[in-house]
DNA sequence: CTGTTAGCGCGTTCAC
DNA sequence: GTGAACGCGCTAACAG
C-alpha cells in the first residue's frame, strides 16, 4: 500500500544524481574537503573553498540529506509538537518557528498530540529515535517518561509557551500564572465585583491562567465557584457563545467574564449582542491571546496580548545556538511578558 | 553555528542504538528478512514473522529512517506546500493533511512560499532532491520550471484547491471560479443591483473568483469597475474594514460586496456596525471558506463553504493510492464542491 | 589545511 | 520463503 510500484514512476529527475564524489573530481580535490568547505567554510583555504563553491554551483549540486545523517548520525530535522493544529494559538507558534528556521540548514517536523500527553509521549520517542537536531515543546507539563526521554536526548529541548522551576533545558515563554492574575485585577479595578470565567478543552496552561486568575479573585473577596463553567469540548467561537449561556443560566448576576481565549470571548461578545446586553456597561468581557481580529470586533475585545510568534522564533534560536560555544552561556531560559491590552469591552478605569 | 560540540551534549539516549542486525540474531534469522517482515509481512512465513514481531517490540526496535531513505532511495517525506501559514484556509487544509497520514508511516514537511512562485519553484527544487513520497501542492499555478521539475519527479504529485486543464499528475480541488459565479448569481437574486468586491493579496485562486464574479456580474449587466478594490496587503479582519470603506469611498451606492475571504468579510460587516448601516437591507456581505466564526457573527455571514479540510485528507490519499495497483485506475482528479451558504447578510431570496 | 580509510543502517539484487 | 554481498552518499577519525 505504500510502496510504488515501477511501473507508476515517471521519468527519472536526474538522468545521475550529483554527488559529493562528482564535485570533488570537478573540483580537483577529495570529496571530503567538498565537504568541509560546504559545512565548515573556515577550515578549507579561501582558493580551494571558491573554487568548489564555483562547482558546486555549476552542477548544481544538493547534499543528500539522508546520507548525511546516516554518517553524522544527526539530522537537521527540529521536532515541533502542538497540542492543535486549529487554535490560532499554535498558528502563530508555527510562523515564528518557519520564520526563525528560513535562515538555517534546519527542517521542522510537527507532531499533533491533540492534548493528550500519552500520545504526545509516544511521539516524542518516535522523534528522537530519528536524532532530530532539536525539540520544541508546548508547555512544561510532559509525562515523567517523556521528560527522562528527552533529559538523555542528545540534541537541545526547548519548553515554550509558559514557565518552570525545573525546565528539561532550554525554555521560552511567560507566566500563564500572572497573566491570569493579571486579568482579575484589570475587572476588579474596573469596577466589576462579581466575575465568572468560561473554558473550553483547557490544558495545562489555561488551568495556570485559571489559577492565577481564581487567586486574585480570593485575595480580593469575590470568588464564586458557581461562575466557573468549562467544557471539555473543543474551543470555538460557537462554543463561548454557548458557555456564555451556560453561565449566565448558573449564575444570572455575573457582571464580568474572562474567557480563556479570543474565540470564546469573541462568541461571549456577539451573544450578548444578540440578547443585547450593554457591554462594557452591564456586563465586562476580557478574553485571551489578543487575535488579530480581536481589536477590530465591536466593540473592541479586551484581552492579553501574548508573544506566541516572538516565543516560536525564540525556540528556533534556542535550538541554533545550542551548538554555538560563545552563546552557551547566555541564557537558556527566556521570560517574556504577557500584557493586558483594556480596550471596549471592559470600563474605562 | 550549526554544529554541536560533545560538551555540550547531555547522556545518550541510547547506550546503543538496536538495529536490524540485533532484532536478526535474537530471532535467528538475518537482517533482510526481518526487513522484510516489517515492510512486507506476507512475505515471510507467519511463524517466523510472529518471531520477528516479539523481538521487535520485545527490544523496542525503531527502523532508521536516514538509513532506509539512503538504501532504498526512497523517503516516507511528503512535501507540503503553502504559500501562508497564518491564513485560516491553509491551516484547515493542515489539518487534513496531518490527521489523514496518522494511519500511514508517512511524515510532512511544510514550505511556505509566502505567496511568491520564484520561492515555491526554489522550494520545490530542494524537497525533489530529497526524494519525497509525494508532494502536495497548493494551487495549479506553478511556474513553468517548477512544472517541468514535478513531472519528471518520481513521486505522486498532487495540485489542489482548484481544477486544472492539464494537471502536473493528480489533482483535488474545487471550481474557483464558479464558486465566484455563484457569489454574483446569489446577490442578484437577492436583489443587489450594484454589487462590489474587496480582496486582499491575491492569489491565482482569488483571481479565479473573481474571474467567475465579473462573469456572472456582466452577464447580468451589473459590472462597475469602480466597485472592485483590491490590495497587495495580506489578508485581516482590519483590512476588510479598510477596504470596505475604500470602496464606498470610491463608490458610495455600492449595496452588497463580495469579499475574496471571510476574515474580509468579518472585518467589513463590523465596520457597517460601526457605521450603522443596515445589513442586509442597505448592504449585503458575501465572504469566502465558511470559517467556523462565520455562522457566530451578528448577523451570521453569508459565505461560501469550501471543503479544506477534505482536500487535505483527499490528497495524502492521493499520494498513498499512488503505490496502490488496484486504486491506480481510481480517480486522480477529484472535483469537491464549494456551496455557497445564504445566511444573514445577504437578503433571503 | 588536506586526504585516506572505514562504516553509518538499511534495501536491492540475485542466488538458493 | 530466506539469505549473502554489496553499496546508497556522506562524515568521523585519524594521518599527513
Avoid: W
Avoid at 6 to 24: C, K, Y
Avoid at 25 to 40: D, F, H, K, M, N
Avoid at 260 to 274: H, I, K, S, V, W
Avoid at 320 to 348: H, I, K, M, W, Y
Amino acid at each position: 500500500m505504500f510502496g510504488y510500484s515501477s511501473q507508476m514512476q515517471r521519468q527519472p529527475f536526474e538522468n545521475a544524481r550529483i554527488t559529493l564524489a562528482d564535485v570533488a573530481r570537478e573540483a580537483g580535490v577529495s570529496a571530503i574537503t567538498v565537504s568541509r568547505a560546504l559545512r565548515q567554510p573556515d577550515k578549507v583555504s579561501p582558493k580551494v573553498r571558491d573554487r568548489i563553491l564555483r562547482v558546486v554551483s555549476r552542477l548544481g549540486y544538493v547534499p543528500d540529506a539522508a546520507a548525511s545523517a546516516l554518517a553524522s548520525t544527526r539530522t537537521n530535522v527540529v521536532a515541533l509538537l502542538v497540542p492543535s493544529l486549529t487554535n490560532a494559538v499554535f498558528s502563530d507558534l508555527l510562523r515564528g518557528v518557519y520564520d526563525a528556521v528560513e535562515t538555517t540548514p534546519l527542517t521542522v517536523q510537527i507532531g499533533n498530540f491533540r492534548y493528550s500527553p500519552s500520545k504526545e509521549e509516544a511521539l516524542i520517542r518516535t522523534f528522537l529515535h530519528q536524532r532530530p537536531a532539536g525539540v520544541i515543546l508546548s508547555g512544561v507539563d510532559q509525562t515523567d517518561a517523556a521528560r527522562t526521554m528527552l533529559e538523555q536526548a542528545r540534541c537541545p529541548v526547548v519548553q515554550t509557551m509558559d514557565l518552570s522551576d525545573r525546565p528539561i533545558d532550554r525554555i521560552i515563554g511567560f507566566s500563564q500564572r500572572d497573566a491570569g492574575r493579571c486579568v482579575a485585577e484589570h475587572l476588579i479595578a474596573a469596577g466589576y465585583r462579581r466575575p465568572g470565567f468560561i473554558g473550553a478543552r483547557m490544558d495545562p496552561r489555561s488551568h495556570a491562567r485559571l489559577a492565577g486568575y481564581r487567586d486574585a479573585l480570593e485575595a480580593a473577596g469575590l470568588l464564586d465557584r458557581h461562575r466557573f463553567v468549562n467544557t471539555p469540548q473543543p474551543s470555538s467561537v460557537g462554543l463561548g457563545g454557548q458557555l456564555f449561556t451556560d453561565l449566565l443560566a448558573a449564575a444570572p448576576d455575573t457582571d464580568a467574564v474572562f474567557c480563556t481565549n479570543d474565540d470564546l470571548a469573541a462568541g461571549a461578545l456577539f451573544e450578548t449582542q444578540r440578547r443585547s446586553i450593554r457591554v462594557p456597561d452591564d456586563m465586562g468581557i476580557c478574553g485571551f491571546n489578543d487575535l488579530e481580529m480581536s481589536r477590530h470586533l465591536v466593540p473592541p475585545l479586551t484581552t492579553v496580548a501574548t508573544p506566541r510568534y516572538a516565543i516560536g522564533r525564540g525556540a528556533i534560536a534556542l535550538v541554533v545556538n545550542a551548538g554555538d560555544p560563545q552563546v552557551d552561556a547566555a541564557e537558556t531560559d527566556v521570560r517574556l511578558n504577557a500584557s493586558l491590552v483594556p480596550r471596549g469591552t471592559t470600563r474605562t478605569l
